[in-house]
């Protein structure tokens, strides 16, 4: 069963991360995952779950100042962090293209600074708080841009 183009509710962090394990189920190499929410959200905790769904050893953090880690899983993950961000010619001096046309997984946090770059296809992740430890996460099947 498909857990695309639904809208799940996580009550900790605990399961964040559990049900960012079972959507790494639904990746494969070239796919790619955008982010969206608020600051604190839990967007960072969803990808640690991705991550150790990708089978990736070790700890996952969000590249905030560095805006990109890689990791060694099943696949490659790559995990992008734009909210600092300056502007569109960072990403590009990042070479995303190989990133997000490559094989591995891209993970994207704050992906709507960057909406004109997205490929034609990707996941969308909406987070939202509801209290302290609920998080409303809405996913949208693989969306095509027109």
Same mark, same amino acid.
């Given at each position: 069963m ?30 790619l995952?955008? %982010? $969206?929410?608020?600051? =604190?959200? *839990?967007?960072t905790?969803?990808?640690? &779950?991705?991550?150790?769904? @990708? ?9 905030t100042?560095?805006i ?5 899983g ?13 502007? %569109? $010619?960072d990403?590009? =001096?990042? *070479? ?5 046309? &490559?094989?591995?997984?891209? @993970?994207v ?16 992740v ?12 809405i ?8």
């Amino acid at each position: 069963m498909s857990i695309l183009n639904k809208i799940i509710i996580t009550r900790s962090a605990a399961e964040t991360q559990y049900f960012g394990q079972k959507l790494a189920r639904q990746l494969k190499p070239g796919d790619l995952v955008c %982010l $969206t929410g608020d600051l =604190g959200v *839990g967007k960072t905790c969803l990808i640690q &779950g991705v991550a150790r769904g @990708l089978q990736v050893k070790g700890y996952v953090n969000s590249p905030t100042f560095k805006i990109i880690n890689e990791y060694k899983g099943k696949v490659p993950v790559y995990h992008f962090d734009l909210y600092r961000l300056d502007g %569109l $010619t960072d990403l590009r =001096g990042l *070479g995303y293209e190989e990133y997000f046309y &490559g094989q591995g997984v891209s @993970l994207v946090e704050w992906a709507e600074k960057i909406m004109p770059f997205l490929p034609k296809q990707y996941l969308q992740v909406e987070m939202r708080s509801i209290d302290e430890h609920t998080r409303k996460i809405i996913l949208t099947d693989w969306r095509k841009k027109k």
